[in-house]
C-alpha cells in the first residue's frame, strides 16, 4: 500500500505560478511512477505528467509542456509539479496518484487539491 498527500493548491491569477507538493508513505520503495492528473467542473479526469521513481524520467501531456515541472525528492518521498505561466484552463482540483507496475493502473489516490486561475 502506498499512501498520497497533496497540498499546495489555491488562487492564483493569470501568468502567475503555484508548486503542488505530494507526499508518499508506505511500501515507496515499491513504486514505479508517480502522477498528476486534474479534473476540471464537468470534464472528465485527465493526465497531466508523470515521474518514474527510480530514474526520474518524465512525461507531459500537450497543454501543459514547457509551463508544468514535474520532479521528485526520493530523500522525502515526496513529489512536485511546478506550475508557470497559468491560465484559467488550468483551473481543476488536481491529484496525486502512484502505481506499483507500468503494468497496473494508478491504485493509490490522494484526495485532491483545488486549483484556481483567475483571468
Known amino acids: 500500500q502506498v499512501q498520497v498527500v497533496e497540498s499546495g493548491g489555491g488562487l492564483v491569477q493569470t501568468g502567475g505560478s503555484l508548486r503542488l507538493s505530494c507526499a508518499a508513505s508506505?511500501?515507496?520503495?515499491?513504486?514505479?511512477?508517480m502522477g498528476w492528473f486534474r479534473q476540471a467542473p464537468g470534464k472528465e479526469r485527465e493526465f497531466v505528467a508523470a515521474?518514474?521513481?527510480?530514474?526520474?524520467?518524465?512525461t507531459y501531456a500537450n497543454p501543459v509542456k514547457g509551463r508544468f515541472t514535474i520532479s521528485r525528492d526520493n530523500a522525502k518521498n515526496t513529489m512536485y509539479l511546478q506550475m508557470n505561466s497559468l491560465k484559467p484552463e488550468d483551473t481543476a482540483v488536481y491529484y496525486c496518484?502512484?502505481?506499483?507496475?507500468?503494468?497496473?493502473?494508478?491504485?493509490?489516490w490522494g484526495q485532491g487539491t483545488q486549483v484556481t486561475v483567475s483571468s
Open positions: 496518484a502512484a502505481r506499483l507496475s507500468y503494468l497496473q493502473a494508478y491504485d493509490y
Open positions: 515521474i518514474n521513481w527510480s530514474v526520474g524520467s518524465t
Open positions: 508506505g511500501r515507496t520503495f515499491s513504486t514505479y511512477d
